[in-house]
């Protein structure tokens, strides 16, 4: 499992290098949870991609972080309030990379997660 995450950081990292000549500013950087940042067992994945991210990307990075609480009550058609939030909180400063954990996520991610991210020059 530590070889694939490596491989999958280091295109992450080559993502990150190929769309960003202003290396001055930030990478911004959303980890959206399923179940929440302590859930076993993403909490082990989430901490390990944390660490490696920081440890090898070439620029700064600015990490968030949001769960989707309302996926452990299986309530998926209540994730209004979290999309209202990351909308406010991202409306007007574009991701440069979403990383999902877990299916909800990755499904709300499918549905609505490309007006959050910077447009590609």
């Known amino acids: 499992m530590a070889c694939s995450m490596r491989g999958w950081l280091t295109l992450i990292v080559l993502i990150f290098a190929a769309i960003s000549p202003a290396a001055a500013e930030p990478k911004r950087v959303l980890l959206l949870h399923s179940f929440g940042p302590q859930f076993v067992p993403w909490v082990f994945f989430a901490g390990q991609f944390r660490e490696e991210l ?3 990307s070439p620029d700064k990075i600015d990490l968030y972080e949001a769960s989707l609480e309302g996926s452990r009550f299986q309530q998926p058609d209540e994730q209004g309030p979290i999309v209202d939030y990351l909308v406010a909180l991202f ?3 574009k991701l440069d990379l979403i990383v999902t954990i ?3 996520a ?3 991610f499918r549905d609505i997660g490309q007006s959050f991210f ?3 020059h």
């Open 54 to 56: 920081f440890k090898q």
């Open 91 to 93: 409306g007007t400063r």
């Open 102 to 104: 877990g299916a909800p």
């Open 106 to 108: 990755t499904f709300l």
């Open 118 to 120: 910077r447009p590609l």
